[in-house]
Each structure stands twice: as structure tokens, then as C-alpha cells.
């Protein structure tokens, strides 16, 4: 199961660590949704995800300071008694001594933050989505093309990363070459990034690897990218039949999310990188509502419909 240590999630969110005699260096955090635990709070543990960050804002820290000693030894006990990873106090709230004293006896985490609530947990939890994603491994490259996220793959050797090459030259970013990461951050939405190792590289037969951000420039290359489109480039073969229109769209699925997909057939004259920009403008064109294919259908449909009354009228 994919999970995030809770210092990369001190780092990135900055933080304080007010129980710094805790060694939060093995603690992970396995799920991306986060706890509110006003209920748990209030006396009620049914249905309770101890596994999940659980969050304290205005409502839970207001309830608190109203609670007697008595009450609130009995609440925090009965709540840090479950495996919470730690817990977190927006708007710099800070926890009363007895809430500390029983965290550092059950060994949890406390820690703070200024921002508010509302805008750490949809800041934690977008993060979270993304980091604890389910993800695979694709070869191919992924270039930023106008804004479109275009997967292109292919047999090795045919031409991706030259492919990628020239794009970027044409003044499109570069994400990741040869080895795609893609997690699946919701239902609709792919995420591509590079492995560490390979980020900002490309590799080019008969020249080697080349860094295409000390090359380029940092305006060439880009950590993240959303899939939008598929480009699958083919060796061209006369007796198959291409796709000359595009009335019906044609698919490929990555972790159960389907995106359009073109099979691009090569053959020696053929610019690669302007087939990538104009299937990219064309995809961009279509979600906002246009389809030359379909606009081409109409019109041969007109033609035929004023033809047939000519032919009537005569």
C-alpha cells in the first residue's frame, strides 16, 4: 500500500513540530482523506478512522476549553488510545497541557499550523490524492503541448524522443522521456511525472543522453503534467486501414481511466512534432465544443440535401 512518511508532510505543509521528543521519522500516513474528530470529541467512536490525520480547528478547539479537567482527561485519553499517526492544530492553536501530556504518554505526534482550516485540509488532502495515488509505469514520453498533456508512445527506436525533442525546440516542455510515471489522482484525471533519475533527461541514439534543462533552459521542462491525449506512434504499413476522418474518437485505458487515443503510422517525411501539435490543438478544439470531422460531415450532408432539391426542382 503507498503511503507518505510524516516528515515529508512536516516539510512540505511547514509544520511546527510542538512534540519534538517524538520521533516522527517512521510514522506514514496510508490515507489521503483526513479526520475532523469533533464526534470523538463529543464522546461517539463508532465509525471512527483512527488511521487518518486527524485535524483540530475552531470547532473542536472551542469545545475543548469549555470541557472540565475531569472530562477532558477522560475524552483525550479515550481518544489517543486508538493508533492516530498525529495530530494537527490549524490557526496556531495550541493544545492544553493535559492533551499534550497524554499525546507524549501515547507517543502521537502534535503539531500546528497557521493556516486555517478549511484551507490546510484542502491543501493536505489535494496533496495527499496525489502522492498516495495508485500509480504505474509506462514507456513513452510525455511532452506539454499548448497546455495538453500528450502521451507519446511506440515501439523503441521509432522516433519518440526526437519526437520530444523537436517539440521542445518549437517552445513546448518536456515532462518526463522513456520511463512515464501516471497515478490516478481521481476518476477523470491522470498524472504524469519523471523518475528522479531520469528527470529533465532525454536519451538520443548515437549522441547519448542529453539535459534538456541546462540545454534549454528551465522554460523547457515541467515536473507534472495531466494526460490528455495519447499519441501511439506505428511503423506504416500499406495494407492497414488509417483513420482518414475522426468522426469516432478511439480510446486506450491506464488504471481504469480511458484517453483519447491517435494511432500515428511513420514513414520517412513525415514532421512528427507538427502531427503532435496539431492533434493537440484538435483535442483542445474539440472540449471546447468543436469537431472539424464533424463540421466536414455537415457540410457534405448540405451539399447533398441542395443537390437532391436542384435535382427536384428540375
Known amino acids: 500500500m503507498a503511503s507518505v512518511s510524516l516528515t515529508q508532510i512536516i516539510e512540505k505543509m511547514k509544520l511546527e ?55 477532558r482527561r477522560e475524552v483525550y485519553e479515550k481518544l489517543m488510545s486508538y493508533d492516530v499517526p498525529a495530530i494537527v492544530f490549524c490557526r496556531e492553536f495550541k493544545p492544553d497541557p493535559i492533551f499534550e501530556e497524554i499525546a507524549l504518554k501515547h507517543n502521537i505526534p502534535i503539531l500546528s499550523t497557521k493556516k486555517s482550516t478549511s484551507a490546510f485540509m484542502a491543501e493536505i488532502i489535494r496533496w495527499l490524492n496525489v502522492k498516495l495515488a495508485p500509480c504505474i509505469s509506462v514507456h513513452g514520453v510525455l511532452v506539454d503541448v499548448y497546455g495538453e498533456g500528450v502521451l507519446i508512445t511506440g515501439e523503441s527506436g521509432i522516433g519518440k524522443s526526437e519526437a520530444a525533442l523537436e517539440l521542445i525546440k518549437r517552445g513546448h516542455r518536456l515532462v518526463t522521456d522513456d520511463v512515464v510515471e501516471l497515478r490516478k489522482v481521481s476518476d477523470d484525471t491522470l498524472i504524469g511525472s519523471a523518475p528522479d533519475i531520469t528527470k529533465h533527461l532525454i536519451e538520443l541514439r548515437g549522441i547519448g543522453i542529453v539535459d534538456v534543462k541546462a540545454l534549454f533552459g528551465a522554460s523547457s521542462v515541467k515536473d507534472t503534467q495531466s494526460i490528455d491525449l495519447v499519441i501511439r506512434l506505428e511503423d506504416w504499413d500499406k495494407d492497414k486501414e488509417y483513420d482518414r476522418l475522426g468522426l469516432e474518437e478511439n480510446y486506450t485505458e491506464y488504471l481504469g481511466n480511458k484517453i483519447v487515443c491517435h494511432n500515428i503510422p511513420i514513414r520517412p517525411g513525415r514532421n512528427l512534432a507538427i502531427i503532435c501539435e496539431s492533434a493537440a490543438v484538435n483535442h483542445r478544439q474539440k472540449k471546447m465544443g468543436y469537431n472539424a470531422a464533424q463540421e466536414l460531415y455537415s457540410r457534405v450532408q448540405n451539399s447533398l440535401t441542395k443537390r437532391r432539391e436542384e435535382e427536384d426542382e428540375e
Open 17 to 71: 513540530n510542538l512534540t519534538p521528543d517524538i520521533d516522527v521519522r517512521k510514522i506514514r500516513i496510508t490515507h489521503s482523506d483526513i479526520n475532523r474528530p469533533a464526534l470523538q470529541l463529543a464522546g461517539y467512536f463508532e465509525h471512527f478512522d483512527a488511521t487518518r490525520l486527524q485535524i483540530i480547528g475552531f470547532v473542536e478547539y472551542t469545545y475543548m476549553e469549555g470541557l472540565t479537567e475531569e472530562r
